[in-house]
């Protein structure tokens, strides 16, 4: 019997082709605001490791077709609504924080020395405690606090929106 000959398969690409964009980059659309690079709708040019591994899987972009680009023009004034509503929300809710002080206990020596340290976890914890969700990442901590005493805090909502709490690293109440 003759050995069967291999068949020649056709080579399926498994990935599709990105678009390039005019300075060698991949040209994507962004699907939600990403600091440093753009707001939703908006066509930007990237790089392909950036794209391929970042981007795309967390979806924060698609590919800039020209359906998708029809697609947010036609949204546009929609998407612009509700960034206005999520805004407005935003300012209310940095207003909130701006009148709130809220308390962190740590353990501490007798000169007011902390053992540990608080940081943007151990804040975001009390705000949390106080009905105030805000992420580790929103607060902004010129270093890590190692002493008792009152701190001011910036907690920045959104890149327009900025706001301050005051922060009393208190020790902790002896059992």
């Known amino acids: ?50 794209a391929n591994n970042f981007l795309l899987p967390e979806g924060l972009a698609i590919i800039a077709t020209d359906h998708h680009k029809r697609m947010v023009e036609k949204h546009r004034v929609k998407l612009v609504e509700i960034e206005k509503q999520r805004l407005v929300s935003l300012r209310t809710l940095a207003d909130q924080i701006s009148k709130q002080s ?22 975001v914890a009390a705000l949390k405690a106080n009905g105030f969700q805000v992420s580790p990442d929103q607060v902004k901590l010129e270093g890590v606090l190692k002493e008792l005493g009152l701190y001011t805090v910036k907690i920045q909502m959104h890149h327009d ?12 109440a002896a059992h």
Do not use: C
């Not at 809220?102 to 804040?123: M, R």
């Open 1 to 50: 019997m003759p050995a069967a000959l291999p068949s020649k398969k056709k080579r399926v690409p498994r990935f599709q082709r990105l678009p390039k964009g005019p300075n060698g980059g991949i040209q994507l659309m962004l699907i939600q605001n990403v600091e440093h690079l753009g707001k939703a709708g908006e066509v930007i040019e990237v790089k392909p490791g950036y």
């Open 102 to 123: 809220i308390n962190v206990e740590a353990n501490a020596n007798d000169e007011g020395h902390l053992y540990g340290s608080v940081g943007a976890t151990e804040i």
């Open 161 to 172: 929106i900025a706001t301050e709490l005051k922060v009393w690293v208190v020790p902790t």
